[in-house]
């Protein structure tokens, strides 16, 4: 017998992991499990390289120092005081007491302050080039006014010419960059100079043979130039998020041999790192990862990217006041803990609230998903919805909160103007893959997405004083308001459900 409230998200879970990512995509070719593996065998054996590629010199290697000893560290946008400490291999106390200034309440440090940080030697450092800032990684206030049609029909290369099916319509090749880097947040710029380092998309008139794997992912479930887009953006995501969380300190190279990130080293490298480390041999990904790979690619199509960089996340960032995102006096469930916004893996941004319903399911409910703040609708489409809440309207800049699985009747437009606890939209299935009709919200700020569980508990959701603990998976974990605890549960039992008791 089904409850009220009741709500299925660990089924659910599973289908929405994979259809942000495809749910708007064609589907792949449907291959028996025997010939997929045969046909998988075969292009990865065929991604061996054809000839060795001439490999820069190397950085020089850091050099061993003494345990504990002081080192220079200049603050880059987004660093955290937990996750400094997990890349020098130290502890917050120790960097705070060679750091007295720094306030006990800092979130995020300031870009540009000096450090001194105690290190303790790790071997294994790999190279310490720095090769894109944090704020050209995502799609943020650098990308702003940005034309990816234009530039890509200034250019002489096959994407320009290039058309495929995707999300509901035929789409150029500068669309599906638009749309892959809309969805994912992630530059694109640096989708553009991925796609000409790897398949000389923007420069060269001819396909490559291969256009079927353009990023090098060759794997018949993301086969086609959308599918890969979107490979690569969840990639680069898993990466930089996992480093600007502390989850990733090393990269695994395809020879087998482990290469520990250069402490110095900020996010959006090294998930360039773990990226190249993926699908290149080590030689190839020595050469990507150099002044003269992806870095020079890069300078060549938009310039150098450290000139005049302008950090995007600035000093002891909070995140404004909300509510909880339903109407007062409501009791819903809270059936997803800290999970992905969009994609697989990382970042784990969102959480996951139903509505009360009669039965289980994806079923229509009179029910209001609601504004947690003040702020503008900048997008409005199929089972999505994101308010601005600096209020001009691009999601690009500032605080941006992401509504997913929102119905289509009902819907907030495009350019509303929303206060705190207005509706947004009724909660349903649609944008998306889910067994039970529920809400997913996510924060980005200044186009980077904000973990829910924060960066080791720093910028944590909070939502009326309830602030979001992770589990130990995905869409597991906890809100905690003081001795106050509510538990995500795909179940909807009592113990997940929490009421709005803003006055």
Not at 246 to 261: I, P, Y
Not at 300 to 310: C, I, K, S, T, V
Not at 330 to 343: K, M, Q, R
Not at 489 to 495: D, I, P, V, Y
Request: proline share 9%.
């Amino acid at each position: 017998m089904r409850r009220v409230l009741r709500y299925q998200p660990h089924t659910a879970a599973l289908l929405v992991i994979v259809l942000l990512t495809s749910a708007c995509l064609p589907e792949p070719a449907q291959i028996p499990a025997g010939e997929l593996e045969a046909i998988e065998e075969t292009l990865a054996a065929e991604t061996e390289p054809t000839e060795t590629p001439v490999i820069p010199p190397p950085f020089p290697t850091r050099p061993l120092y003494a345990p504990g000893e002081l080192v220079d560290y200049t603050a880059q946008a987004g660093d955290t005081l937990p996750v400094l400490a997990v890349r020098f291999n130290t502890t917050v106390e120790e960097i705070r007491e060679a750091n007295p200034h720094i306030p006990i309440t800092a979130t995020t440090m300031p870009p540009g302050m000096p450090m001194k940080i105690p290190i303790y030697y790790q071997p294994l450092w790999g190279s310490s080039y720095q090769i894109l800032p944090d704020s050209l990684f995502v799609n943020g206030p650098a990308q702003v006014g940005f034309d990816i049609q234009a530039y890509v029909d200034a250019q002489p290369g096959w994407l320009k010419n290039f058309y495929s099916f995707a999300s509901g319509k035929n789409r150029s090749g500068a669309e599906l960059v638009q749309l892959i880097a809309t969805n994912y947040s992630v530059s694109p710029r640096l989708l553009l100079a991925l796609l000409e380092y790897q398949s000389k998309a923007l420069s060269d008139p001819t396909p490559p043979e291969e256009l079927d794997f353009p990023l090098g992912y060759r794997s018949w479930q993301y086969k086609g130039l959308y599918m890969q887009l979107g490979w690569a953006s969840n990639t680069l995501n898993n990466g930089y998020y996992q480093a600007r969380t502390g989850k990733l300190t090393a990269v695994t190279l395809r020879d087998g041999r482990m290469e520990r990130l250069d402490p110095w080293l900020n996010a959006a490298t090294s998930s360039l790192h773990y990226y190249f480390s993926q699908i290149l041999s080590p030689d190839e990904y020595a050469l990507a990862i150099s002044p003269k790979g992806l870095a020079q690619t890069y300078a060549e199509l938009f310039g150098d990217p450290w000139e005049n960089e302008q950090p995007h996340i600035p000093g002891s960032l909070l995140q404004p006041e909300f509510i909880l995102p339903f109407e007062t006096g409501s009791v819903w469930a809270f059936t997803g803990g800290p999970h992905t916004a969009w994609g697989r893996g990382d970042p784990r941004a969102a959480l996951d609230f139903a509505p009360p319903l009669i039965a289980s399911g994806c079923q229509e409910t009179s029910q209001w998903a609601t504004a947690v703040a003040d702020g503008v609708v900048a997008r409005s489409e199929e089972g999505t919805v994101v308010l601005d809440l600096d209020g001009d309207g691009d999601e690009r800049t500032g605080w941006n909160v992401f509504y997913l699985h929102v119905a289509t009747e009902g819907r907030a437009r495009l350019g509303t103007s929303l206060k705190q606890g207005d509706p947004v939209g009724h909660p349903s299935c649609e944008g998306g893959s889910s067994t039970g009709t529920h809400v997913h919200i996510a924060r980005k700020y200044n186009g980077e997405w904000i973990p829910a569980e924060g960066i080791q508990g720093i910028l944590a959701f909070n939502l009326e004083g309830w602030i979001a603990y992770a589990g130990q998976s995905e869409y597991v974990g906890t809100l905690q308001r003081f001795s106050q605890v509510v538990t995500a549960c795909e179940c909807s039992n009592q113990a997940s459900f929490i009421k709005s008791d803003r006055q």
